[in-house]
């Protein structure tokens, strides 16, 4: 059973710091590419960074140069350190994980941990 298990989350004041880890596990497929994703409620679920097998990362502009993805591949664990917070940060993040190939790609997501942003 494929399993993404997040942890981190919490209360921050505005300019602070929070480091989100996400432990992937279950899957008999290879990890391609792991990423986190946010969403408020009433709104969509939105791309936050991602992170290929080889370090490859994207990030969503509203995050870039105050948040870095990593992970640990040993671990099959991605990390997302989030530096300079600010209230409109504030959400629900998601753990991302897609595993597999072409036709035989799937993807798996977490339950999600709070980030709440404080003035």
């Known amino acids: 059973q494929v399993q993404l298990v997040e942890s981190g989350g919490g209360l921050v004041q505005a300019g602070g710091s929070l480091r989100l880890s996400c432990a992937a596990s279950?899957?008999?497929?290879?990890?391609?590419?792991l990423g986190w994703y946010r969403q408020a409620p009433g709104n969509q679920r939105e791309l936050v960074a991602t992170?290929?097998?080889?370090?490859?990362?994207v990030y969503a502009d509203s995050v870039k140069g105050r948040f870095t993805i990593s992970r640990d591949n040993a671990k099959n664990t991605v990390y997302l350190q989030m530096n300079s917070l600010k209230p409109e940060d504030t959400d629900v993040y998601y753990c991302?994980?897609?595993?597999?190939?072409?036709?035989?790609?799937?993807?798996?997501w977490g339950q999600g941990t709070q980030v709440t942003v404080s003035s």
């Open positions: 991302k994980e897609w595993v597999g190939k072409g036709r035989y790609e799937y993807v798996y």
């Open positions: 279950g899957s008999s497929l290879s990890i391609n590419r």
């Open positions: 992170i290929t097998s080889g370090g490859t990362t």
